[in-house]
């Protein structure tokens, strides 16, 4: 396809973890001077009002130029929908690059599009790994890395990653972290938990804020299996046993509960299940929380930031930096040592950390500077200083 150096930026976005990444970074193309517009396209791999619209709300992010609504599927059916509803989009725009955050399927779909069409591929939260190929977004990494034309990491072991890989040094850039620029613009008007247990109607008798354990849990290691999910719920009963849990329950998650016939056992007194929260009220739940036991990749990364405690229920992390220096300690599932991990934690008030270098709410301005470099180097045919 014909290129033309003005086209505009395509900017994609298709599950909430990319909405986060991506608010910041708008902002910053559209107030830079030297960049084409930025047109944001969203895949619609995640619909519910809870996952989408109130994040966008919350985020202040404007509402998408296009939507591609591709829903629900398997990943081959959810991957390929997405790449035959983005082709033509590209090919009609005409973009200078297509912008790409994170790693889900909608990632990795319309890198793969691009790089197709020849078109340019930033990929932003590049080489991260966790080296678990039984995971989705870990497949959905290394590819988008391998036919990204720029890499930009937010952590500096990344490149190291991607050097084994064979991709050259020049294309990977270092700028930080996005999903702190956004938690440190949204920090002022997080919800604080009292508020949202009245909204929710929900009462645990916390006294003002630290006293709770926050969890999410989606993956599908965790949840999709039966004897899996069993395993969790017995934790988070135990958990309940030492302080009060307030467990936002993701859609997979709860639809894994229902198929199983788990619901019986959330009948905790003292374990909120609330739908999916918005942004500001995630926040919060985080940063009034004595622990968080997650297994996302996000929430790894922002308790970090916060210095809250966090007790990451996976066998592996692709963001180790938030092991290495941050609060997090990766605990698995195993009922035995989650359960030391969490005791140790209230007793001596959990792992102190420190924020990571170029977590500081300014990465979003890298990138956009470095992008308006290399796409004038693109035309001029000048060396990138
Ligand atoms: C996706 C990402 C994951 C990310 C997570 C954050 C991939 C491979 N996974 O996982 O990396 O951490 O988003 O939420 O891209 N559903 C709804 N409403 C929605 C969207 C989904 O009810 O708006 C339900 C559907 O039953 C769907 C299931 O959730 O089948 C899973 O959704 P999907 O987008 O496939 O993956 P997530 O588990 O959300």
Sequence with gaps: MAQTEAGPLLCVVGARPNFMKMAPLLKAFRTHPELPKA??????????FALNDQLFVDLELPSPDVNLEVGSGTHAA???????????????RKPSCVIV??????????????AKLQVPVAHVEAGLRSYDRSMPEEINRVLTDRISDL???????????????????????FV????IDSLLAALPKAVAVSDLLRREGRELGLNGSHGHAAVTLHRPSNVDDA??????????????????????VHPRTRAKIAEFGYEGRLENPRIVCLPPQGY?????????????????GGIQEETTALGIPCLTMRPNTERPI???????LVVGSDRRRVLTALDETLRTGGKRGRVPEFWDGMAAQRIADHLAKWLATRTTGKPLQ
Excluded at 228 to 245: F, G, Q, W, Y
């Design 176 to 179: 930080g972290n996005l999903m």
């Design 322 to 328: 938030t092991v290495d220096q941050g609060t997090n």
């Design 78 to 92: 959810q991957t390929a929908e997405i790449m035959r509803r983005f082709e033509p989009v590209v090919i009609d």
């Design 280 to 296: 500001l009220e995630m926040i919060g739940l985080m940063r009034d929380a004595s622990v968080v036991l997650t297994d996302s």
């Design 227 to 248: 004897e899996a999910l069993s395993n969790v719920l017995t934790i988070l009963a135990d958990v309940a046993d030492r302080l009060p849990v307030i467990w936002p």
């Design 151 to 173: 890499l930009y990491t937010t952590e500096r072991n990344a490149e190291a990653n991607l050097a084994k890989e064979g991709i050259d040094g020049h294309q990977v850039q």
């Design 39 to 48: 047109v944001l396209v969203h895949t619609g791999q995640h619909y519910d």
């Design 101 to 114: 955050v994170g790693d889900v399927n909608s990632t990795l779909a319309c890198s793969l599009v691009a």
